[in-house]
């Protein structure tokens, strides 16, 4: 009787054991789910202009974007008339995010206020981030702060449409990072230039009429696209393209200051537009709905003056 309480005894006390080391076991693995989950939550709703975000990610995961454009010609101030203009400026890098710039041609040179909405830099450099590490405090471009409470950087412009290396240095982790910058040409009002920048119907002399003529799109993520060519018709001196969008997801457009909607045909979005010009970009917005809220994307539609064709 005895060996049977003793042995009753052993196997109640190796339950408790290891009912203690489940638990003990269970609590940690619980412990270290949630201070995953906790961190996971921090990263995820961290905002990421922050300097934290920027510079623990800017050479490794910073998505790197396009600049300018395929055929780009330098543009200098020579071929613009002085004053003062909004101009929008390709970044390469995702973290550079440029909120405003206004350029300014004066006396056969051209500078640019560039706007940051945040304080994520104390200096750039017009130049390589190991040009701007070996250059002496006095060469960087330091910044002052506007009404909205931006940082405003002025910087020499040597020309549009032309890639240019900048170099900014890290508020937090005071080391550079280089950007390509491209100030773009086609981003300007049509007073800005010396010279017209675009063929028209008038210099193209052509009668009113219905056309079709070569229209080529670019901008946005690569994966839209219109119908070409396009059908034009020529009225009172003027001239009107059809865009045919290659989805139904389009709701406006804007032009110069216009806002045009669509008609929905096949599946297609359907615009009438006026053409400013040929052989230029010309720049253009769209309203695109396929996302989770509506987006207006920038856009520009280059128009063949040399595949202008009468319709028969």
């Not at 990421?48 to 055929?71: F, L, R």
């Not at 799109?217 to 003027?238: C, N, Q």
Request: hydrophobic share 35%; glycine share 6%; net charge negative.
């Amino acid at each position: 009787m005895k060996k049977t309480i003793i042995a009753v005894s052993l196997i109640a006390a190796l339950a408790l054991t290891s009912c203690g080391a489940e638990s003990s076991s269970s609590e940690q693995t619980t412990v270290r789910t949630t201070t995953a989950a906790a961190t996971t939550s921090e990263a995820t709703t961290e905002p990421t202009t922050e300097p934290t975000t920027e510079v623990q990610t800017e050479h490794e995961t910073a998505p790197q974007n396009e600049v300018g454009y395929e055929g780009m010609t330098a543009v200098t101030a020579d071929a613009l008339n002085e004053g003062d203009y909004h101009i929008s400026v390709d970044s390469s890098s995702s973290m550079f995010k440029i909120a405003d710039c206004i350029l300014h041609v004066s006396g056969g040179s051209m500078t640019a206020d560039i706007i940051i909405a945040s304080k994520s830099y104390d200096a750039l450099f017009m130049g390589t981030e190991d040009e701007a590490g070996a250059a002496s405090e006095s060469e960087r471009i330091g910044y002052t702060v506007n009404e909205e409470e931006q940082s405003v950087f002025v910087v020499p412009v040597e020309a549009l449409d032309k890639e240019i290396q900048c170099a900014a240095l890290s508020a937090k982790k005071q080391e550079w990072y280089g950007r390509t910058l491209v100030f773009r040409a086609d981003s300007l009002p049509d007073e800005a230039f010396a010279e017209a920048r675009y063929a028209t119907v008038s210099s193209l002399g052509i009668e009113d009429g219905e056309y079709t003529a070569d229209v080529k799109l670019e901008g946005g993520s690569g994966k839209a696209s219109v119908e070409s060519p396009a059908a034009l018709t020529i009225k009172d001196g003027k001239a009107t393209a059809k865009i045919v969008w290659s989805s139904d997801k389009y709701d406006q457009m804007v032009v110069e200051d216009g806002v045009f909607l669509p008609t929905v045909t096949d599946g297609h979005s359907v615009f009438e537009i006026p053409v400013m010009g040929f052989d230029y970009r010309m720049p253009v917005q769209a309203e695109t709905t396929a996302m989770s809220e509506p987006h207006m994307i920038d856009y520009t539609l280059s128009f063949d003056s040399a595949t202008i064709k009468k319709c028969e």
